[in-house]
Nanobody, 128 residues
Framework: QVQLVESGGGLVQAGGSLRLSCAASGRAFSSCDVGWFRQAPGKEREFVAAISWRGVAYYADSVKGRFTISSDNAKNTVYLQMNSLKPEDTAVYYC??????????????????????WGQGTQVTVSS
């Protein structure tokens, strides 16, 4: 079992920054693939970023160049640094983990079905 707890969400003005954290218990993140997804009101959950257990990062085109995913194995935490935030980034952000490190091509990291553990989410609101 892996328990995931997100934190760091909040209200920020457009152009500002936030850093989200995803803390894991029950299994070392260093042996998991970890992803961030988000869901805006009335929209489907979408992929934001992921980091493989080997440290390779993947990003959605909408956040590339603005968001950075990283991991701190000593703290068993994955971070999502979000810069140059836009109102359209407003959403609930979810952390997810794949303990089996399933691989079916790079695009598989973008899919929700890859991940078998999910956090409860943290709200990010960007005002214009």
């Amino acid at each position: 079992q892996v328990q995931l707890v997100e934190s760091g969400g909040g209200l920020v003005q457009a152009g500002g920054s936030l850093r989200l954290s995803c803390a894991a218990s029950g299994r070392a993140f260093s042996s998991c693939d970890v992803g961030w997804f988000r869901q805006a009101p009335g929209k489907e959950r979408e992929f934001v970023a992921a980091i493989s257990w080997r440290g390779v990062a993947y990003y959605a085109d909408s956040v590339k160049g603005r968001f950075t995913i990283s991991s701190d194995n000593a703290k068993n935490t994955v971070y999502l640094q979000m810069n140059s935030l836009k109102p359209e980034d407003t959403a609930v952000y979810y952390c997810a983990a794949d303990q089996f490190r399933k691989f079916a091509g790079v695009s598989y990291y973008y899919t929700q079905v890859k991940y078998n553990y999910w956090g409860q989410g943290t709200q990010v609101t960007v005002s214009s």
